[in-house]
């Protein structure tokens, strides 16, 4: 496994769950240094006791040499970051450099897998590298196997996916993917490699587009006095349409989503297509990310000066990872327009401080809630869920919560006396506990 991040990682230790030796690979030194000595580097709900418990089996080691993870591996997975370039391409250097480094210690048959999340005809690429560094097909084979882990459920999302998908150009590789993938049980999608290259993109893309759909609609909603998790319950009982990635809020972050979207949108373009329909995807989820911000600034008129506790930093609850967090646009904006920002989140807040050093970091959401004019809630921690209403009313200085995750109970918040306001749910104000006017309609 050339890659020990989050997909590196997870992806490799299942392996070895499933009986397989594995060898997992990084450059970075640090990373590996941490793994040998029984640390983790990321959060993973599950996974530092995988980890533990198939080391000591000796079914996964930890390395820095690719040339031993090469020399010593039938099949060996392309696990490397794919990051965002500036005009929103896929970065495919590491991928380029795994790929000569394979070439140059390959020493007799090896499969060489894509997991990581490429663009479609990376396999061509790999391909030419490979022929010009001398390598055919009979020495180095090329073969796709997207990944569809989430993070904060990877190790389930791995081990009982919907299906696995295989791109391949021979039998002989199919038969050391089937094998590999063997216990797993679920459909295998076996296609050639550019089918299940798109495969991977036009799933995540489908995702986005389906979370930037509901947050059109909340907007509609917001405009008519609807509710949208209401709408969402409606629509996903539709078994054609299905009731995940339809939850209205502050948009979708994380490193994946909005990366391959931008990615799929510049490989169209490349081939002669104008995807627009992701475009407005993306437009849609950019505008959905401060609205929050404009929320609570129109409820307590000015935000200058304002204390706002923000609770949530990860792109998502059950994992520390912050790349594209929506909160990190968000505490930008508060602090722009002049608030004084209390955060808080049970993993995430360490990484945080590399980013935001003079904000104050508070251990539980109360603290953070002490003397606040207002509560953002970006990331819905099942602590978050949990919290004592009534204490959070008394700690606050003004009870106004701006929810970005329709997390607490709209009618429940206005009994305990909160000013709240959600996306795409009438607003409520204490006392009356009915609806009030929409503070904002479309984000300007
Ligand atoms: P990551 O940044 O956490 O890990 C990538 C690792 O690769 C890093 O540790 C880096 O040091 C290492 N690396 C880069 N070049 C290397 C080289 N030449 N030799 C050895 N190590 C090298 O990234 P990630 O989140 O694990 O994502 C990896 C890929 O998987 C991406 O393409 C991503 O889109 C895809 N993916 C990610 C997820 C997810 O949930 N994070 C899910 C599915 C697919
Ligand atoms: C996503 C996909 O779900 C995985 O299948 C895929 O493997 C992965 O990307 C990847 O390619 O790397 P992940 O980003 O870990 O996984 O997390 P998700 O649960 O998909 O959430 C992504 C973002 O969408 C989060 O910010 C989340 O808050 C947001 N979201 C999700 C919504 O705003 N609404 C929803 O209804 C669902």
Known sequence: MIGTGYVGLVTGTCFAELGHRVICVDMDKSKIDSLNAGGIPIYEPGLKELVRKNRKLKRIRFSTSIKEGVEAS?????????????????????????????????????????????????????KQTLAMLGHSANNIEVASNPEFLREGSAIQDFLKPDRIV????????????????????????VTDINSAELIKHASNSFLALKISYINAISHICEKVGADVSRVAEGMGLDSRIGKSFLSAGIGYGGSCFPK????????????????????????????????????????????????I????????????????????????????????????DPVAAEKTKALFPKIEYCDTALEAAQGAHGLLLVTEWADFRKLNLAKLKSA??????????????????AQKGFVYHSIGRPAVARLDAKPVKPLVGKPS
Request: proline share 5%; charged share 25%.
């Open 396 to 413: 606050m200085a003004t009870p106004v919560v701006v929810d970005g995750r329709n997390m607490f109970d709209p009618l429940q918040m």
């Open 260 to 307: 391959d979207v931008s990615a799929f949108i510049k490989i169209a373009e490349a081939n002669g297509y104008d995807f627009s329909l992701l475009k407005k995807t993306e437009e849609i989820n950019v505008d959905q990310r401060l609205l929050v911000v404009k929320k609570m600034e129109q409820a307590l008129w000015t935000l200058k000066g304002k204390v």
């Open 166 to 189: 295989v791109g391949v150009q021979s039998k002989k590789a199919e038969k050391h993917l089937r094998e590999l993938y063997a216990k797993i049980k679920c459909p295998m999608v």
């Open 74 to 126: 039938e099949i060996i997975f392309i696990a490397v970051n794919t990051p965002p370039l500036p005009d929103g391409g896929a970065d495919l250097s590491f991928v380029e450099a795994c790929t000569r480094e394979v070439a140059q210690y390959a020493n007799g048959y090896k499969l060489l897998v894509e997991k990581s999340t490429v663009p479609v005809q990376t396999g061509e690429r790999v």
């Open 309 to 344: 506790a923000v609770l949530g930093l990860a792109f998502k609850p059950n994992t520390d990872d912050l790349r594209n967090a929506p909160a990190i646009d968000i505490i930008r904006e508060l602090l722009a327009r002049g608030a004084v920002v209390k955060a808080c």
